[in-house]
């Protein structure tokens, strides 16, 4: 069974430039969250879908971060303008479902670096 | 103060030794991951307990729920250097708004000398 994808695995751009970081999920599963995870922290929840609709994207910087999945498969999230303290792995994971009867799993890319100068 | 406290921070351990590591949590738990790190990679899943008592096993890492004190234990047994990574432990919880959310904790660095 394929994993989850993401690209690119590694990015450096400088302050105000943007990037966008791509997430294709395993087929099948429903719920798909974007993290960043800071060098000695934990992961932190930008935004999760469950299918095409947004369910937590209370900790999304909108002014800067944006986030879609069209289609309810693979998703895409922007960084417009970056900042240096958005340097951190973007880390995509998929599960068949969240919060309820069939919570289980969830699968984890490999994540994307990002390093803004 | 954090919603999910791992401990401890680190951890350096000679190989062969036994060691615990602990997550709790300030709120009712419905479901408590662990996963394992190695930098510059993804979470790897090593386990999930969703029933108070509850305790899992996949070769020398053992996991245990005490839904009473909301808290999991992940213990490690005759530790190997292969064992060395981050450890996060991530608890299924209501947030304010009576919704299900996954938290996660800062983390526990294990090394293990040969």
């Known amino acids: 069974e394929a994993g989850v994808a993401q690209s690119p695995r590694y990015k450096i751009i400088e302050k105000r430039q943007s990037v966008a970081f791509w997430c294709n999920p395993i087929?099948?599963?429903?719920?798909l969250y974007w993290y960043q995870q800071i060098l000695g922290q934990g992961p932190k929840l930008l935004i999760q879908?469950?299918?095409?609709?947004?369910?937590?994207d209370s900790q999304l910087p909108k002014d800067r971060f944006s986030a879609e999945r069209l289609k309810g498969v693979d998703s895409t999230l922007k960084i417009q303008p970056a900042k240096l303290e958005d340097s951190a792995v973007y880390l995509c994971a998929s599960s068949l479902s969240f919060g309820g009867a069939n919570t289980g799993e969830l699968f984890f890319g490999e994540g994307s670096r990002l390093t803004v100068l | 103060s954090q919603e999910l406290e791992q401990s401890p921070q680190s951890l350096i351990v000679q190989e062969g030794k036994n060691l615990t590591i602990n997550c709790t949590s300030s709120?009712?738990?419905?479901?408590l991951y662990w996963y394992k790190q190695k930098y510059g990679e993804g979470l790897i899943f090593l386990m999930m307990l969703q029933k108070g008592g509850e305790e899992k096993s996949h070769e020398k890492i053992t996991a245990k729920l005490d839904e009473k004190k909301q808290q999991s234990s992940l213990h490690i047994t005759a530790s190997q250097p292969s064992h060395a990574g981050i450890y996060l432990c991530?608890?299924?919880?209501?947030?304010?708004?009576?919704?299900?959310?996954?938290?996660w904790g800062l983390g526990t660095s294990l090394a293990v000398n040969p």
């Open positions: 087929s099948g599963h429903a719920t």
């Open positions: 879908f469950q299918n095409n609709g947004v369910v937590d």
């Open positions: 709120k009712t738990l419905y479901g």
């Open positions: 991530g608890a299924d919880i209501l947030n304010a708004g009576n919704n299900r959310k996954l938290i």
